[in-house]
Structures are given as C-alpha cells and as structure tokens.
C-alpha cells in the first residue's frame, strides 16, 4: 500500500522534494512569526491602555494614598485592564493562526504547482536525450539533440550525447566500408578462380593448364593473405590477451633484415638508426606493426628511392619515411581505414589489400599507443607509431 503511493516518476519524486522544501519553510516562517508577535504582546497592548513605557510607573494620581497602597477602584480598573489585554492578546494570536493557515494553505497548493513546473523544466533535456534515444536506429543516426541553454550539468550531458552519437556514426560507417569492402575483396579472388577453372575445362591444352594453375595458385594465396589480416585485424580490434617485454630495436633490425633482398631488388635503400628500446606488448603483434610499415615502405616506393627507419628511446616512437608518389596531405588519414588505397585496385601481383596501415592502427591501439603519417614534401609518407 506504502509502495503505491511513493512517486513512480522522477518528475514526481522532484515535485514531492520541492514541494515539501517550500511547505516546510513556510511553516517554519509561519511558526516564526507567530513566536515573535505573541512575545511582548500583552505588553504593547498594555501600553496602549495605560500610556505607560512597560516596565513603568503608573503616572501619581492626584488623590493622597499611603505608600505602596492602591485604591479599590484603582484595582478593579487594573484587574479589568488585565483581562482586555488577555482577550485582545488571544484575538490576535487567533486571528494571525487563522490568517496564516489559510495563507499556508494557497503558499502549499501554488507551491505544488511551482514545483511540477520546476522540476518539469529541470528534466526537459533528459526528457529530449530519452525521445533522441528512442527515435535512433541505423538510419538516422545524424539526428543530434542541439540542447539550447546556458552552460550547465544538462547541457553537458546533452552535448556528451550529441559526440557519442558522433563517434557511434562514424563506427557505423566504417563497420558499413569495411563489410562492403570486405565482400568486394573476397568476391574478386573467387570470380578470378570460376574464370580461370572454366578456361581450364573448355581447353584442355597442358600449357593453359599449367597456366591456370598458376592462377589459382597465386590467387588462393591472395585469399589467404587476405582472410588472416582480416582475422588479425578483428583480433587486434578486441585488445591484448597477454604482454611482455619485447626489445624493439631486435625486432626492427629482424624485420628490416629480411627485407634487404626485396629492397636491393627495387633499387632502394634501406637505412636504419635504431636506439635500445623495451616496450610491454605482444611480441608478435608488434613484428606484424613493423614488417607492415616496412612492406609498405618499400612496396610503395620507386626505383633509386630509400627508406629510413628510427628507432627513438626518449619519445619511444618508431618512425619509417620512405621515397614515392606525392600523396595529398588531406587524403592521409583515410589511408589508416581498411581498403582504402590512395589509387584504385589494379589487382596486379604483390599490391596487398589495403589493410597494412589499417593493421598498424589497430595494432597501436592495443598497445595504448597511436600511429599517425604526414605526406612528405617530395613525395612518399612518413609513418610514426608512438607507444607508452
């Protein structure tokens, strides 16, 4: 029964505190009040009759009387006073209770109301994230609240919203990009394999065979490639499972090592200046960070171009800048979203996925760290990757 009559709203509950704020401090002014007329009233009443400062004399009568005697008359006209001011004081007290109940009253029905309007205003920000909330799906997730205001706990939490929603967009977007890029990628491996093994079957030369086999040989291992850095991008995605001391710079100089071959097969330099560094992480995780950025470097590059790799101790950064075609300043951060390449696909041997800087974005990320580029002023990107 108890339960059923408590506020279920928070509108409610608001106007339950206020209202009963405001009731009680009328009461406490009324009762305030009341005190203070009744104390020293049968006095200002006396004084009214008698003429006389209270706690005075009576003014001589001009009549001889002994001292400290009073007059009969004198005394039934003192006891008479004395009963006015008893009733008069009584009349008042009584009036002022009555005056002030029925004000007390009007103050608690207007303050029920104030306090529904109030509390009302209070939570029409809550009441506008809540409808904002309930009106959101997939499809219209660029509907924001715009809470107009003065700077506040409510605006804040308004605008808190709007830049969740900015960032649940965002993520939405490139969950979209990246299916579609995903399916896109996987599909063209397949139609090349149904071509090549139609081919196959309508001429049966051992040439075209052999041919064709070569084909789908190459383009099972694209696949491959492919499905384990989306599997490694989903994995890196989720976080750390486990860490431990990795010494960067061996791993800089394993990884810049194996590519020496590639790199004098195009024509380019490979340098690096690595300083002792220890990081926590995942050993190889952090060896796929390095052979992407290096891979890249190199895949991206011309011929008589070069790759520097620094390895930093103080700001524990690694920075690769490697030689190649001028890349526009405002298209660099789309190349860290998977699939995205600064040219079209042109399927030719050895051109990757478009998941290298993806991979490397990812990889920081579980680290704790951020990997940034900036377009070099004569062509090619230089890639740094800082870790705490």
């Not at 004198?74 to 005056?99: F, I, K, M, P, S």
């Not at 506040?152 to 929603?165: S, V």
């Not at 139609?191 to 040439?207: F, H, N, T």
Request: hydrophobic residues 45%; contains cysteine.
């Amino acid at each position: 029964m108890i339960r059923r009559l408590l506020p279920t709203t928070e509108r409610a509950r608001l106007t339950a505190l206020y209202g009963g704020l405001l009731l009680l401090a009328g009461c406490v002014l009324v009762g305030v009040i009341y005190a203070f007329v009744q104390y020293g009233l049968d006095n200002r009443i006396g004084t009214a009759f008698t003429g006389v400062v209270p706690g005075g004399r009576a003014q001589p009568q001009p009549t001889a009387t002994l001292p400290g005697d009073l007059i009969p008359s004198e005394q039934a006209g003192e006891h008479a006073r004395t009963q006015v001011v008893q009733v008069v004081a009584a009349t008042t007290l009584n009036r002022l209770l009555t005056v002030s109940g029925i004000a007390l009253a009007v103050f608690a029905v207007l303050s029920v109301f104030l306090a529904w309007w109030m509390a009302g205003r209070v939570l029409r920000p809550v009441g506008l994230i809540t409808a904002t909330a309930q009106k959101l799906s997939g499809e219209n997730l660029h509907q924001r609240i715009d809470l107009e205001g003065p700077p506040g706990e409510l605006k804040q939490l308004a605008d808190t919203f709007d830049q969740m929603l900015g960032r649940i967009e965002q993520l939405v977007g490139a969950q979209r990009r990246f299916a579609a890029n995903a399916a896109h990628e996987l599909r063209t491996p397949l139609a090349v394999q149904r071509a090549a093994a139609e081919i196959g079957l309508v001429d049966p030369d051992p040439e075209r065979i052999k041919w064709i086999r070569g084909e789908l040989l190459q383009v099972a291992d694209s696949s491959e490639q492919l499905i384990e850095s989306l599997l490694l991008l989903a994995a890196t995605d989720q976080g750390l499972e486990h860490r431990e001391p990795v010494t960067l710079d061996e791993s800089v100089a394993a990884v810049a090592g194996e590519h020496h071959d590639e790199a004098n097969e195009r024509g380019i330099t490979l340098t690096t200046a690595l300083e002792p560094l220890t990081v926590d992480g995942d050993p190889v995780l952090l060896t796929h960070l390095i052979r992407n950025l290096i891979g890249n470097a190199l895949r991206h590059n011309h011929r008589d171009g070069s790759v520097h790799i620094v390895l930093t101790a103080a700001d524990r950064t690694l920075r690769i800048t490697n030689t190649g075609p001028a890349v526009p300043q405002d298209a660099v951060p789309e190349l860290f979203e998977p699939f995205r390449r600064l040219n079209e696909r042109r399927h030719a041997p050895g051109e990757g996925a478009g998941l290298g800087l993806a991979l490397v974005a990812s990889i920081a990320r579980a680290h704790g760290g951020e990997a940034t580029a900036r377009a070099n002023p004569g062509g090619g990107l230089t890639v740094t990757v800082q870790l705490p």
